[in-house]
T-cell receptor, first 112, second 117 residues
C-alpha cells in the first residue's frame, strides 16, 4: 500500500484565520515532506521531517508551522496567510534512506 | 547544483500511438535516481517510473519505458499505446543517492501531454 492521505481536500480561509492541514501515512515511512505547488509549476519543497524531527526548512515564512506528532502524522499549521499563499499543498513520504517519495492527493488552499 | 530541463512545454499524441517525452539533467554525481511523475487534472502526483543511475538496463512499467543515456545525461519517457487517461502533466525529477532522508527532489518544469481520441 503506497497511500498517503491528506485532509481537507479543499480549504478556504481568510487572512486572519488559523487552520491546519493534515497528512497521514501507514507505510512505516520515517521521512515526510511538505510541498507547495502553484498551477502549471513543479512542486516546491517546504519542509522535511526525518524520524519526527525537522531536518529541512526551505526558508519558509513563519506563518507556516509544521508539526510531526508521530511517525504516521504530519501537520501544517497556517496562520495569517496572504493571498499569494493560495496553492496546492502536497504531502509526501518515503522510507528513510530510500529514494522514492510517494505523494498524497493534496489540499487546495484559497486565501481570501 | 543539479538542474533538470524539460524543454517542451506541451505535446499531443493520438490515442493508441506512441509518444516520447524528453528530459535532460545536469549533475556532477555518479550515483543518483531519476523519476517520472504524472499529475492528472485531479493533481495527485503519481510515480510512473524510476531509474537507478548505476543500472544500465532501462526501466519499464507496462506501457511506460525510459531511454536512459547516462553519458548524455538524458532520461526520456516513452508511452506506448497511449490512452485518454494518460493525459496529464509529466514531471521529470532527480535525486542524489547519498542524501538519506533529506532527499530533495529536483523537478523539471513539466510537460503537458494531451491525448486526441
Amino acid at each position: 500500500d503506497t497511500e498517503v492521505t491528506q485532509t481537507p481536500k479543499h480549504l478556504v480561509m481568510g487572512m486572519t484565520n488559523k487552520k491546519s492541514l493534515k497528512c497521514e501515512q501507514h507505510m512505516g515511512h520515517r521521512a515526510m515532506y511538505w510541498y507547495k505547488q502553484k498551477a502549471k509549476k513543479p512542486p516546491e519543497l517546504m519542509f522535511v521531517y526525518s524520524y519526527e524531527k525537522l531536518s529541512i526548512n526551505e526558508s519558509v515564512p513563519s506563518r507556516f508551522s509544521p508539526e510531526c506528532p508521530n511517525s504516521s502524522l504530519l501537520n501544517l499549521h497556517l496562520h495569517a496567510l496572504q493571498p499569494e499563499d493560495s496553492a496546492l499543498y502536497l504531502c509526501a513520504s518515503g522510507p528513510f534512506g530510500g529514494e522514492t517519495q510517494y505523494f498524497g492527493p493534496g489540499t487546495r488552499l484559497l486565501v481570501l | 547544483a543539479q538542474t533538470v530541463t524539460q524543454s517542451q512545454p506541451e505535446m499531443s499524441v493520438q490515442e493508441a500511438e506512441t509518444v516520447t517525452l524528453s528530459c535532460t539533467y545536469d549533475t556532477s554525481e555518479s550515483d543518483y535516481y531519476l523519476f517520472w511523475y504524472k499529475q492528472p487534472p485531479s493533481r495527485q502526483m503519481i510515480l510512473v517510473i524510476r531509474q537507478e543511475a548505476y543500472k544500465q538496463q532501462n526501466a519499464t512499467e507496462n506501457r511506460f519505458s525510459v531511454n536512459f543515456q547516462k553519458a548524455a545525461k538524458s532520461f526520456s519517457l516513452k508511452i506506448s499505446d497511449s490512452q485518454l487517461g494518460d493525459a496529464a502533466m509529466y514531471f521529470c525529477a532527480y535525486r542524489e543517492a547519498e542524501t538519506g532522508a533529506n532527499s530533495k527532489l529536483t523537478f523539471g518544469k513539466g510537460i503537458t501531454l494531451s491525448v486526441r481520441p
